[in-house]
């Protein structure tokens, strides 16, 4: 029997008693394209047309005629000329990051002129011609550049493989960090780093797979929703699946499974021997492990600190950034690797093994110029004298320069010689700097402002240090490069990685120097040694760091082990 068919007036009452309101919305249906920008972009036009704002009352205060047009409804759109001091204006008080002028790059100052417009356009309803964009587009990329007010200069495009990914995890492990890292990032940062490897990338499903009658293997499934020009990210995602990999340096279902236990995140499963207990039912391939109801909502990757434990706030980009940056100057290299490396890398090599709709959707791009654009590094893929010759393709050369290996010394300073710190902690500004808070102190100045001059102290000093450490460190890579020449490459290089930390660690807790050895083995591991790393894992990021005791001296139910004592020591 089909469905009912309903009279116009059912109809009709239907969708009133569902909202709907003849010509309630017409006004607001006559607006084309409402929404046709993402929030980054919105923010980007808001700062910009801040700018544009500010340039305007200081054109204003200083008695200049005409004043340009406003942000006002129905405002006349900017002549040419205007957008373009206006531009110029952005340019001089804007500071580049790669120019080593401080200049800002051709790119910058044609991507401000996109969001100008844009903002402009959409605050004040008024169209700006085409050809005044294009125009305004080709001087921002020709005759700033002939002036030099800006630069053409690009970052150097490499490739983080999977020879730096190896060279990353065996120094997180097994070398003294320069910065604290609490034990939960000692696990979050190598799953994250492994998601960026495998996805170029929240929720996360995870399940047992059937591998043979009475065994099973770790699956999950990452849905991403924060990507690039995603409106929806509560609703729209890209989903990765992936599972356990043979070799425990490259297996990030471990991390995952420690940190899930440790949060008591998964129902019914809070241990690693309740987690060894459970068997897939006959019938079924896979076995789905359910969050917790009160979980759900509970980021995995969170910020962690020496004072407050693990908190509840998702992990900050600025300690992700700052443990990643240590890794890799632990790591030997003089450059910074970034995260676009890794997923340029990640790139080329989908490029080599799936079609190019199946690389766009992995690395969550449509558009295909972008992948031409920000996903090549500078040096070409193609091996052109073997093409020439009709050879087979030698890629060695190739993937050294497409690396970071050129950017590489092993016993790269982490940081500078005594005299040179002394020598920088006595430059005048800074002493100037030290003398004035002195003098605030001695006046009885409010601690805000004292506080406020301390931390631009900090800051210069910390910006001076880091310049310094730069160029000492390309000082010393020119004469560790000399001095291979000199020895004919056959003197061991001193090592000068520190390991005190780690091998205290070691003594103190056990598993850890198990754990250090399983991260960085670059052979297949047994389902005995992976479950082992796991409650290794779990163990180290669930104990209580707030005393150290010796194997066999932890306090027994709180209460001194040695014999004779039986002091409750957790009052």
């Known amino acids: 029997m089909g469905r009912k068919q309903l009279s116009t007036e059912e109809v009709w009452n239907l969708a009133e008693a569902r909202g709907y309101k003849l010509g309630a919305y017409r006004e607001i249906d006559g607006i084309w394209d409402r929404f046709p920008y993402g929030k980054k972009t919105k923010n980007d036009h808001k700062t910009t047309l801040q700018h544009y704002t500010q340039w305007c009352d200081a054109l204003k205060m200083k008695g200049h005629a005409p004043l340009p047009p406003s942000l006002s409804e129905g405002a006349d759109p900017p002549d040419p000329c205007t957008s373009k001091d206006f531009l110029r204006f952005q340019a001089a008080r804007g500071r580049g990051r790669i120019d080593k002028q401080g200049r800002i790059t051709d790119s910058s100052l044609v991507a401000i002129a996109e969001w100008f417009f844009a903002g402009f356009e959409y605050t004040t309803s008024s169209l700006i011609s085409p050809n005044v964009k294009w125009a305004v587009y080709k001087w921002a990329k020709n005759d700033m550049v002939h002036d ?52 170029g990338a929240r929720d996360i499903e995870i399940a047992l797979q059937r591998t043979s009658s009475s065994d099973w293997k770790v699956i999950y499934k990452l849905k991403q929703g924060f990507i690039k020009n995603n409106k929806f990210p509560e609703t729209v995602k890209f989903g990765y699946a992936s599972g356990e ?12 499974l420690a940190m899930a236990m440790a949060d008591k995140a998964i129902d019914g499963i809070d241990t690693p021997e309740q987690l060894w207990q459970l068997q897939i039912p006959p019938g079924d391939d896979t076995l789905i492990l359910p969050w917790r109801e009160e979980k759900l909502g509970l980021p995995v990757i969170r910020n962690a600190t020496q004072a407050g434990g693990v908190t509840e706030q998702p992990l900050s980009l600025g300690i992700f950034r700052k443990i990643f940056k240590n890794t890799s100057i632990h790591s030997g290299y003089s450059i910074d690797a970034t995260i676009h490396a890794i997923r340029r890398s990640l790139g080329k090599m989908m490029d080599e093994r799936y079609t190019e709709t199946q690389r766009s959707q992995h690395i969550n791009h449509t558009d295909p110029r972008i992948y031409g654009q920000s996903y090549v590094a500078n040096t070409s893929s193609v091996d052109g004298r073997s093409a020439f010759l009709n050879e087979p393709a030698q890629h060695g050369p190739i993937d050294n320069f497409q690396s970071f290996e050129m950017f590489r010394e092993k016993g790269l300073p982490v940081r500078l010689p005594a005299e040179r710190e002394a020598a920088v902690k006595a430059r005048l500004e800074l002493a100037a700097m030290r003398s004035q808070i002195q003098h605030l102190k001695f006046m009885g100045k409010s601690p805000k402002a004292i506080k406020k001059l301390d931390n631009q102290l900090r800051a210069k000093y ?69 479950r082992q790393a796991i409650e290794d894992l779990y163990s180290f990021i669930t104990r209580d760091f707030t005393v150290l005791y010796l194997p066999g001296e932890e306090p027994a139910n709180g209460i001194c082990p040695v014999k004779n004592c039986k002091t409750d020591v957790e009052k």
């Not at 999977?162 to 604290?180: H, L, M, P, Q, Y």
């Open 245 to 256: 990999h043979r070799n425990a340096l490259y297996d990030d279902t471990q991390y995952l």
């Open 462 to 530: 910390t910006k001076q240090m880091k310049k310094e450490l730069k160029q000492y460190q390309e000082q010393w890579i020119q004469e560790r490069r000399r001095w291979k020449i000199e020895t004919r490459g056959k003197v061991e290089l001193n090592n000068d990685c520190r390991t005190d930390l780690i091998d205290a660690l070691s003594a103190i807790i056990p598993q850890y120097r198990r754990l250090t050895r399983t991260m960085i083995c670059a052979h297949d591991i047994t389902q005995s040694k992976r």
């Open 148 to 199: 030099g007010l800006v630069s053409n200069a690009r970052k150097v495009k490499q490739l983080f493989g999977w020879k730096e990914w190896t060279r990353f995890n065996t120094t997180f492990w097994t070398i003294d960090e320069s910065i604290f890292v609490h034990p939960r990032n000692k696990v979050q940062f190598p799953f994250l780093i492994s998601l960026y490897c495998w996805t």
